[in-house]
């Protein structure tokens, strides 16, 4: 791209126009004359090079002007480059795997199976964040720690089974070690997004205790009870090793996510069927996005010496002209 970085000077263009009209002027006039007593002392004119070249020595030094004006407007050219700068974020799933992810009630998978595919499914519209996995149910550990390596967590996800750990639910471990994880993150937005379809019944730590802890270090936590509301089909096998399936009722301590989710400044949500849970990872997804800036950064070539030395190589020529073989009258 071409600019002028002090298109100001351009005014000085009025400079060679006003040279002009006065040279034309004083040519009218005639005031541009020398005197001789007779015609016949100067020999008549011969048509040839010369006297065209002689008459353009005039246009040519204001060209060279011209060009001197347009070397103080500073002519550029300009490589541009534009950057996009993202801020990601940090965002840990925490996800059940107790045995009563074993329920089908979202069918033809159970609740585990279709968790896995919705957040995996989240996962790939992520672009510059860091996502980890910690995994829980009456203990927790991390599956997979942040990583930009989206690939790898989405293998760690397929691998994540129900019978990993001890059944029971601990939500207050599962929300302490997410914590632990993420806390001394560099993002500025720190986002834990757990996943459960039980009661807290389980460990040391007790749930809203870890969600201040959560709030203390500046971390919001997203909380989504996953299950049908009244009776889900639970698998069972028999004394002859038959698997059949038994209603069992459906127990998600609302109360309790939604305070975790409020102190910390997330929400809560309740997923009773997989496109419901799809939302609801397709709303935190629109809601916390990665900032992005774009900016543009400018490599710049002057060009005035260019017009510089062509102005000089144009007076140069004339000079040398004049004093040669274009010599004139002074």
Sequence with gaps: MFRLAAKVNLLLLALPLLLAWWWRFLSRRSQRHVWFPAQALLPAQAPGLTPALIRLLGPLKMAALILFILALARPQLLHTYHVDEQKGMDILLTLDISGSMAAVDFKPKNRLEVAKDVIASFIAKRSSDRLGLVIFAATSYTKCPLTVDYDILKFYLQETALGELEDGTALGMALAASVNRIRHAAAKTKIIILLTDGVNNRGEIDPRDAAKMARDFHIKVYTIGVGTRGEAPYPV?????????VMVNVEIDEALLREMAKTTGGLYFRATDRDSLQNIFSEIDRWEKTSI?????????????????????????LETARRSFLRTLP
């Design 237 to 245: 096998t028999d004394s002859l090793g038959r698997q059949q399936y």
């Design 293 to 317: 800036k774009s900016r543009n950064y400018y490599e710049t070539t002057e060009l005035f010496p260019y017009f510089i030395a062509l102005g000089l190589f144009i007076l140069l020529l």
